[in-house]
C-alpha cells in the first residue's frame, strides 16, 4: 500500500503540473479530439469519481480544457496501480464518465466531450479489453443495441387501427395512448367496444389487464365519478368479475393507504415528540410521539378503508382479515352506517 501511495503521488505531482499535463495531452490524446480542443489552458479539476474501497488501486486525474468553440470538454486519467491489469476496467470507465455527464447537464441541453486515457504500470503485459463492447458475450450486439439509438415505442404516433390488432397489448396501448382525453368514462365504454378480442384473452389470466387499468384510472378519476366507473365496468362484466376486479382495487388502495397512513403518523409523531422532547427530552419524546402518532394514523386509515370496503358490500371477515381491525368493530361500524342510512 505505501508503494501506490508513492506511484499515485508522483504521478499526480508531475501530471498535476501546466507544462507536464500540456505535453502529457499533447502527446496521448487521439488526433482528432486533439484538433478539437485548445491546450494552452488547461485546468486541474478537484473532482474524483473512484470508489473508496477502489482507491488502493485506482486514482484518477481530471482535466478540463476548451474546445475550439469554447466549449467546455474533459479529460479523464484513470490510473491503476495494481499489479495485474484489470478485466474491467472499461466499465468502470463508463460508470466514472457518466457521473461526469451527470455533474454536468444542468441548466444544458449538450453534454461536454470526455476522452478517457488509462496510465497502466503493473508488471506483468496489459490484457484487459479496451472497451465496454468486449465486456459482452455478443459484442457487436451489444454496441448495435447500447450504442445507437434506443427504440421508441411513439403511441401517439399509432393508430388506433395498429393497436387495436394487438392480442395482449391492445388495451393497454389503446388506455395509455387516450388517457390524457377528460372523459375517462367514455375512453372504458370505447375500450370495451373496441378490444373484445383482448378482453377474452384477459378474462382467461383471471383479467389482470384490466385490473390494473382501472386501479391507473381510479387514480385519475374525481371521487365523485369512480362510481360510474364501476358501473361501466359492471355493464359489460358479470358481477362476480366486477366485484373480484373492485376486491383487487381496494386491496391496492389499502397497501397505498398503509404506506400514507405510516408516513403521516411518524410525521405527527414528530410533532409530537418535539414538543414534548422540549419538556421531557427531546430524544425519548420523539421516539413516544412517532409511535402513537403511527398508530393513530394506521388506525384512522384503516377505518376509513373498512367503512369503504363495507360500502362496496365486502363480507366482515375479509375486511378484518385485511385491515387488521377485529370484527366487533367493523360490525359495529356498519350497524352505525345502517342506522344513519335510515335517520
Known sequence: MTSHLKHDALIKKILTDQLAAQEFLEHYLPADFKALVDLSQITIEKESFVEDDLKRKLTDLLYSVKTKNQEKAFVYVLIEAQVTSDHWMALRLWKYMLLLCERNRKNKDKLPLICPIVIYHGSK???????IWQLFSNPEQAQKLMGEEYQLIDL?????????QKKHLAMFEYLLKHIHKRDILKLWENLFT???HALLVDKEKGYICIKALVWYSDAKLPEEKQAELERVISSHLSKEETATIMRTIAQK???????QGVMQGMEKGMEKGME?????????GMEKGMEKGMEKGKMERNLEIAKAMLANGVEVSFIAQITGLDTACIASLQLLDRNLSTV
Open 125 to 131: 503485459p496489459y490484457h484487459a479489453p479496451r472497451n
Open 253 to 259: 388502495y389499502i397497501e397505498e393507504g398503509r404506506q
Open 194 to 196: 373496441h378490444c373484445q
Open 156 to 164: 401517439q404516433s399509432m393508430s388506433d387501427d395498429a393497436i387495436l
Open 276 to 284: 414534548k422532547g422540549m419538556e421531557k427530552g427531546m430524544e425519548k
